[in-house]
């Protein structure tokens, strides 16, 4: 059986946390910012944690590995 190998986009736009949890980045704030409202600005800052069953799909398909 050939290995496993890690999706190269995913591993570029999540990240697993040491609980096990699947922390990605927002969309929509790479261009256009001044279209977008200050609020819609403010609330795609950071992180955030993924749903548990999405998370889990992203884990056992697109990193395997990690």
């Given at each position: 059986?050939?290995?496993?190998k890690t999706k190269s986009g995913a591993?570029?736009?999540?990240?697993?946390?040491?609980?096990?949890k699947v922390m990605f980045a927002h969309?929509?704030?790479?261009?256009?910012?001044?279209?977008?409202?200050?609020?819609?600005?403010?609330?795609?800052?950071?992180?955030?944690?993924?749903?548990?069953?999405?998370?889990?799909?992203?884990?056992?398909?697109?990193?395997?590995?990690?």
């Amino acid at each position: 059986m050939p290995k496993l190998k890690t999706k190269s986009g995913a591993k570029k736009r999540f990240k697993i946390t040491g609980t096990g949890k699947v922390m990605f980045a927002h969309e929509g704030k790479r261009h256009g910012m001044i279209k977008r409202t200050t609020k819609a600005i403010r609330q795609l800052r950071g992180t955030a944690v993924m749903f548990k069953t999405d998370g889990e799909r992203i884990k056992k398909f697109f990193l395997p590995n990690g």
